[in-house]
């Protein structure tokens, strides 16, 4: 399920981050199927860290409800519904959709411009190499980076936090349709270039296509 440490680590943000990161990529690529129960002790032998990392990383799934905790039996792993994937949509649409507007129709930053090309590259990368994993994270770090140059604290931590969850969404219409990576590169390049020239009116329009053509559902 996930790839073993040979030394225990202490309570540390790396190992924090290290369990989160795990879990969450095994749930994102549904090596990991809804329903299916997690116990902190068998994560932790996985992982080779103690209980204690864990137990904070499944609080952190849960926040970003890719996990349900049951106290004394674990966590099970959640399931995203249709409404919540409609819902889940509709508000990035509004957050990056917001964080656009906040620019004032002025262009982008030249330093965002070239992140924005860079995570375009780094999916083209991905969708070469067959890891929709990866794929699927540059396509949130995309959108993320929207967000932040919005320079709007607030937006972003509500995008952040659903971040692991639009990150499944992504992974699952690439994995069941090969013709998805193509299609939301081509509309990143749009996206991209609308962003540039400051235009929230047509980002958005382009957004909402995006949205209707990724087959999230």
Same mark, same amino acid.
């Given at each position: !399920? !996930? @790839? ?5 680590? &202490? ?66 792993v ?15 649409? !509004?957050?990056? @959709? @917001? ?8 262009p ?19 969708? +070469?190499?067959?890891?929709l994993?990866?794929? @699927?994270? #540059? &396509?949130?770090?995309? +959108? ?19 971040g692991?969850r639009?990150?499944?969404?992504? +992974?699952?219409a ?6 998805s ?20 009116d047509?980002?958005? #329009? #382009?957004?909402?296509? +995006? ?7």
């Amino acid at each position: !399920m !996930m @790839s073993p440490r040979k030394k225990p680590e &202490d309570l540390a943000p790396s190992a924090v981050e290290r369990a989160f990161a795990a879990v969450s990529a095994s749930i994102i690529t549904g090596e990991i199927a809804p329903g299916a129960l997690l116990t902190e002790g068998e994560v932790a032998d996985e992982l080779g860290v103690s209980r204690t990392p864990v137990r904070e990383a499944f609080l952190q799934l849960q926040t970003c409800r890719l996990l349900t905790l049951f106290p004394k039996r674990g966590a099970v792993v959640a399931s995203v519904p249709d409404k919540e994937v409609a819902d889940l949509l509709a508000v990035r649409i !509004m957050l990056e @959709s @917001s964080a656009i507007r906040a620019l004032g129709g002025q262009p982008l930053p030249d330093g965002v411009a070239r992140d924005l090309d860079d995570l375009v590259a780094q999916q083209v990368v991905a969708e +070469h190499e067959g890891d929709l994993l990866a794929f @699927s994270q #540059a &396509d949130f770090a995309f +959108h993320s980076r929207v967000i932040r140059a919005g320079d709007n604290d607030v937006i972003e931590d509500l995008f952040t936090q659903l971040g692991p969850r639009l990150e499944l969404l992504t +992974h699952r219409a690439v994995r069941r349709d090969a013709t998805s990576p193509t299609r939301l590169l081509a509309d990143h390049r749009e996206l991209a270039t609308l962003a540039r020239a400051g235009d929230a009116d047509a980002y958005e #329009a #382009a957004l909402r296509a +995006h949205v209707q053509r990724g087959n999230y559902g």
